[in-house]
């Protein structure tokens, strides 16, 4: 499973791609505007770090300036990602961006029906907002189970990344149901190294060191 940070804050990314943790990045119009600068230096600070996967997303919902939008993306890397909504135009634009060989992820997917649209549109990956379906008492990981089973069904190339993640559990459910990439902020990330026991066993084995004689 391949892990995205889900941030546009370069000190972040830094971070994770110190902990050798971080295979690519997302980043949506929100997560942008947090870093209080312009769009062209939060993308020439990421792409300058990033070998990986870099995620950036268009920011109109009309399909001519989607494209004219995702070709200069594209132009800027070719390790960018176009980030596509999942809507009648997204969608048109995510066939084109395949015809093109331009790689696509169509965000904001919330059901099967929508994932195997971009499926069959070409989608390089769809982002499932499992955090997000949550939230609203509905079943984030059954969405990925779901999506997973079809996608197999049919041999789909498109690949499942899990998106709107909130926790460690949500990373595990997703590696348990095949999904290809789960996308995080930083903190889940730090989350996952954390367990009592590791702590418990370090400060013994700490402890007990001390006690060895030195010569
Ligand atoms: C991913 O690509 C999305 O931008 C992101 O995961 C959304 O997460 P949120 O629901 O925490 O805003």
Known sequence: MQFFIDTA?????????????????TTNPSLVAKTGKPFKTVIAEILDVVPGPVSLEVTTDEFSEMMAQARQLADLGDNVV?????????????????????????TLCFSPSQALLAAKAGATYISPFVGRLDDVS?????????????????DFETQVLVASVRHPQHVVEAALQGAHVSTMPLAVLEKMF????????????????????KE
Do not use: S
Request: glycine content about 10%.
């Open 9 to 25: 804050d370069i000190g972040q990314i830094r971070e994770a791609m110190a902990m050798g943790m971080c295979d690519g990045v």
């Open 82 to 106: 176009v980030k596509l909504p999942l809507t009648k135009p997204g969608l048109r634009a995510c066939r084109t961006c395949f015809d093109e060989g331009i790689a696509t992820n169509v």
């Open 138 to 154: 509905r079943d984030g990981m059954g969405l990925i189970e779901r999506i997973c089973t079809i996608y197999e069904a049919y």
């Open 194 to 213: 954390n367990h009592p026991l590791t702590d418990i066993g370090l400060a013994k084995f700490m402890a007990d060191w001390t006690k060895v004689p």
